[in-house]
């Protein structure tokens, strides 16, 4: 009889834990900014498809990096919409990334000058196989992509919603 109520208490205690630590993911907080809304933020988290592949938007933490190619656009866009829904402003200081989230300030380092920019994600791509980022043409030019084209970067995550933490 002891066993079985040693057995019913752990049983519970474990449902009872499982009930309200389970399941619980900690959301990412969002706030409203003069650049998008908690509604367009949800929007542009949805997967998407483009050019027959599948994209999966992902929350990403401040220090967060990757490394890949970085290339510009500029004259063919600007003017445009991003994905965001702003109007792409090749003089700004902004950003394409796939996955990461719109309003995410990232801090964009050419690995072979040593140059380095802060920019905000407010439109999706580059869709070109091995490119991880597409700068504006004025962030593009603080690093040398002008020149270039296109060139070895390290990004990482330094604040969001126009804030570097």
Known sequence: ????????????????????????????????????????????????????????????????????????????????????????????QTAAHKTWPMDTMVRVKNLYNGKSTVVRINDRGPFVKGRIIDCSYSAGKQIGLDRTGIAKVEIQVVGFAGNII
């Open 1 to 92: 009889m002891r066993k079985i109520f040693s057995l019913l208490i752990l049983t519970l205690f474990l449902a009872v834990t499982l009930f309200f630590n389970g399941c619980s993911q900690k959301k990412p907080s969002y706030k409203s900014t003069k650049y998008t809304s908690k509604a367009r933020h949800k929007a542009t988290m949805r997967s998407y498809k483009v050019n027959g592949k599948r994209y999966h938007p992902t929350f990403v933490e401040v220090g967060q990096e990757m490394r890949g190619v970085a290339s510009w656009y500029g004259p063919n866009f600007h003017g445009k919409q991003t994905s965001n829904g702003e109007w792409y402003n090749m003089h700004g």
